[in-house]
C-alpha cells in the first residue's frame, strides 16, 4: 500500500530578530551586506548564515558602572 503522507515543514513560533551590525564595525557591515544580498535573490540560508555570524562576532563589551 503506497503512502499518501507529505513532509510537514513547521516554522519557528518565536523567531529571533535580526541583529543589527554594530556601528564602525566592518565585519558587521560585511554581513549585512551579504545578507541584503541574499535577501534580494531569495537565498534564506545565506540570511540564516550572516545573522549567525554577526551574532556570534565579538565586540568589545561596555563595563557595568
Do not use: W
Not at 29 to 52: C, K
Amino acid at each position: 500500500m503506497p503512502r499518501e503522507c507529505r513532509p510537514v515543514h513547521l516554522s519557528d513560533p518565536f523567531p529571533a530578530p535580526e541583529p543589527e551590525p554594530v556601528a564602525g564595525c566592518d565585519v558587521c557591515a560585511a554581513l549585512a551586506e551579504q545578507r541584503a544580498v541574499a535577501y534580494s535573490v531569495g537565498d534564506r540560508t545565506t540570511v540564516i548564515d550572516r545573522n549567525v555570524e554577526m551574532r556570534r562576532h565579538p565586540h568589545a563589551r561596555k563595563a557595568k558602572s
